[in-house]
Antibody
C-alpha cells in the first residue's frame, strides 16, 4: 500500500525558512516524479514544485521560483522542499503527491495527509 | 498560462445525476483528471485521463472531455459524494481548476 507522510510544518515568521519532508513507502520511489501541491486556507489546490525520479530535473511554479528548492533522497525514500524567504501568502497545507506519467498524461494518484505551514509574525 | 474554470457550487438531489464542468481553451485536446476532496482530508483521484476510474472508485463516477469543456458525472448521487471536486491538466506545469463544491440535497 502506498503511503506518503509529510513533516516539518509549523509557524514561521515572514522572511523565515522551513524545510518540509515527505517519507514514501509502498512503491519504488526512485521511479516516480514527486510533487508538492499546496492549498491556502479555504482556497483551491496549487501545484508548487516537482522533481524527476533521479532528482536531475526540477520544476517550480512562478510563485515560488527562486525561493523554494525541491530535492529528494532516493536512498531514504524521502522528498524535501526547502522554503526560504517565506511570505504570508505561502500559508497553506502542503501536500506531497506521487505523479503518474502515462504518455502525455500527468496526474497525482496518491497524496499525503498534508502538513500546515503558517507564515505570520 | 493555461487556466481552468469550474463553477463554485453545484447542487443535486439525492439519487439524481450531477454534472460538474471544467472549462478551458481546447481542453478536449488535453488529458483531464478529477479529484475529490472532503473537508479536512487530502484529495483523492476519482477520474484520470478524461474517463478512467482508479480501482476502488464507484462506477457512478464517469468523465468526458470535448471541445472547451470536460465534465465529471456522478450518477445516483449519495450523501457521501458531498465534497469539493477539482479538475487538473498538465500544461507546462500542473494546473488545477478552482474547484466546485457539490451539495447533495
Amino acid at each position: 500500500e502506498v503511503h506518503l507522510l509529510e513533516s516539518g510544518g509549523g509557524l514561521v515568521q515572514p522572511g523565515g525558512s522551513l524545510r518540509l519532508s515527505c517519507v514514501a513507502s509502498g512503491f519504488t520511489f526512485s521511479n516516480y516524479v514527486m510533487s508538492w501541491v499546496r492549498q491556502a486556507p479555504g482556497k483551491g489546490l496549487e501545484w508548487v514544485s516537482g522533481i524527476s525520479g533521479s532528482g536531475d530535473s526540477k520544476y517550480y511554479a512562478d510563485s515560488v521560483k527562486g525561493r523554494f528548492i525541491i530535492s529528494r533522497d532516493n536512498s531514504k525514500n524521502t522528498l524535501f522542499v526547502q522554503m526560504n524567504s517565506l511570505r504570508a501568502e505561502d500559508t497553506a497545507i502542503y501536500y506531497c503527491a506521487k505523479r503518474v506519467t502515462a504518455g502525455k498524461a500527468y496526474y497525482f494518484d496518491y497524496w499525503g495527509q498534508g502538513i500546515l505551514v503558517t507564515v505570520s509574525s | 498560462s493555461y487556466e481552468l474554470f469550474q463553477p463554485l457550487s453545484v447542487s443535486v438531489a439525492l439519487g439524481q445525476t450531477a454534472s460538474l464542468t471544467c472549462g478551458g481553451s481546447d481542453i478536449g485536446t488535453k488529458n483531464v483528471h478529477w479529484y475529490q476532496q472532503k473537508p479536512g482530508q487530502a484529495p483523492v483521484l476519482v477520474i484520470y485521463r478524461d474517463n478512467n476510474r482508479p480501482s476502488g472508485i464507484p462506477e457512478r463516477f464517469s468523465g468526458s472531455n470535448s471541445g472547451n469543456t470536460a465534465t465529471l458525472t456522478i450518477s445516483r448521487a449519495q450523501g457521501g459524494d458531498e465534497a469539493d471536486y477539482y479538475c487538473q491538466v498538465w500544461d507546462t506545469s500542473g494546473v488545477f481548476g478552482g474547484g466546485t463544491k457539490l451539495t447533495v440535497l
